[in-house]
T-cell receptor, first 114, second 111 residues
C-alpha cells in the first residue's frame, strides 16, 4: 500500500528565509513522488516530481526536493520564501506502473510573513 | 487545448436532491479520476476509469455513481445528496499516473 505523511500541518516563515516542508512516504513498490501546490480557491498545480531518475529534483518557482530512500523522505525546500509562495502544499505518492491513482498527504499550509 | 474542464464551479443543494458534476478532457487520455478534498484530509479518490465503459471504486465511493460512455467525459452523480458530501471535487485525467492533469474543481455545499 502507498501513503504519505506530511509532518507539519502549518508552517510559517518570514519572507526571504528558507522553506522546509516535510514528507515521509510508505510504498510497497518503487514509488513516484510529487509535490503539488494549491493557491486559495484555485486548482492543483504540479511543482515537481520524482520518478526514479536523479534523487534531487528541481521544480518550478525555485522549489526542489530530495528523494532519500534510506529515510523514506521527500522534503520540499526553497532557499528564500516569497509572498506568492503562501499556499497549501501536498505531498503525493503513486507506484510507477498501472492505472493506479495518486495518494495524497493531508497538506501543509505555508504562511509567509512580510 | 482546454485541458480538463469541470462544471459547475459552485453548487448549492438541499439534502436529498440529485445532481451531476461534469468533467471533460480534450487530451484523449485513457484514465480519469474523481477526488474529493476536505479540510485536513487531503484529496481522496472516489471513482476512477481506465477507459470508456470501465470504471472502478476508489477510497470513498459511497453515495456516488459514475459512468464513462466516451473517452472525453466522466460525470459524477450524486443520487441523494447528504451534508457529508459538502466538499470540493476535483477531476483528473492522465495517460501515466505520474503526470495527472487536474480540473479547476467544483465546490459543493449540501444544506
Amino acid at each position: 500500500a502507498q501513503s504519505v505523511t506530511q509532518l507539519d500541518s502549518h508552517v510559517s516563515v518570514s519572507e526571504g528565509t528558507p522553506v522546509l516542508l516535510r514528507c515521509n512516504y510508505s510504498s510497497s513498490y518503487s514509488p513516484s513522488l510529487f509535490w503539488y501546490v494549491q493557491h486559495p480557491n484555485k486548482g492543483l498545480q504540479l511543482l515537481l516530481k520524482y520518478t526514479s531518475a536523479a534523487t534531487l529534483v528541481k521544480g518550478i518557482n525555485g522549489f526542489e526536493a530530495e528523494f532519500k530512500k534510506s529515510e523514506t523522505s521527500f522534503h520540499l525546500t526553497k532557499p528564500s520564501a516569497h509572498m506568492s509562495d503562501a499556499a497549501e502544499y501536498f505531498c503525493v505518492v503513486t507506484i510507477q506502473t498501472g492505472a493506479n491513482n495518486l495518494f495524497f498527504g493531508t497538506g501543509t499550509r505555508l504562511t509567509v510573513i512580510p | 487545448n482546454a485541458g480538463v474542464t469541470q462544471t459547475p464551479k459552485f453548487q448549492v443543494l438541499k439534502t436529498g436532491q440529485s445532481m451531476t458534476l461534469q468533467c471533460a478532457q480534450d487530451m484523449n487520455h485513457e484514465y480519469m479520476s474523481w477526488y474529493r478534498q476536505d479540510p485536513g484530509m487531503g484529496l481522496r479518490l472516489i471513482h476512477y476509469s481506465v477507459g470508456a465503459g470501465i470504471t472502478d471504486q476508489g477510497e470513498v465511493p459511497n453515495g456516488y455513481n459514475v459512468s464513462r460512455s466516451t473517452t472525453e467525459d466522466f460525470p459524477l452523480r450524486l443520487l441523494s445528496a447528504a451534508p457529508s458530501q459538502t466538499s470540493v471535487y476535483f477531476c483528473a485525467s492522465y495517460v501515466d499516473p505520474r503526470t495527472q492533469y487536474f480540473g479547476p474543481g467544483t465546490r459543493l455545499l449540501v444544506l
